[in-house]
């Protein structure tokens, strides 16, 4: 089945086993629009596992319900607690593994270049960030969350849009023998 009613879908992920935000944007004739977004909430759930599995499941029903061309995901950050990037590297992984089994291309971006993109501050907060795509997409403020994480992975999703525009963003070889397929002219 094929969406007729955007030229694209990005679906944002930001990963986290207590809760995790989505957010998914659609473009249409070169402007982004919001479709949709939330959060899954987690903290209930004491089993790990558990929670693993609930993403895994919440990810593939939105990656059927919106077929989304592309997802951008925030990649985890550096912390001083080893335990806790191990699980957010396990939320990240297994939101990527429900995407990439329905054949959906992942893109991962860093949380100060999502917010760089958004804001133009990498140090914004989290609020500074819903603001922005607040006025960016025109969401009227009776549909802003009251949990960031959704405007997060909404952020993911609108910077992973911004990158794809930039000249020879899409078309970035993967190899030398990519580059010549897609470039034989410049080949001599």
Known sequence: MENKEYDKIIIGIDPGTNVMGYGLLGI???????????????????????????????????????????????????????????????????????ALGRQVPIAEYEPRKIKMAITGNGAASKEQVAMMLQRQLSINPADMPSLLDATDALAAALCHYYESKKPFASTASKSWKDFIAHHPNRVV
């Not at 693993?52 to 990656?63: A, G, T």
């Not at 951008?72 to 429900?98: C, D, H, T, W």
């Open 28 to 98: 249409k004739a070169g402007k982004p629009s919001l479709i949709a977004m939330g959060v899954l909430q987690l903290s209930k759930l004491d089993d790990h596992y558990m929670r693993l599995r609930r993403i895994y499941d919440r990810v593939l029903s939105l990656v059927e319900e919106f077929l989304p061309d592309e997802l951008a995901i925030e990649a985890p950050f550096y912390g001083k607690n080893v335990q806790s990037m191990l699980k957010l590297g396990r939320a990240q992984g297994v939101a990527m593994a429900a």
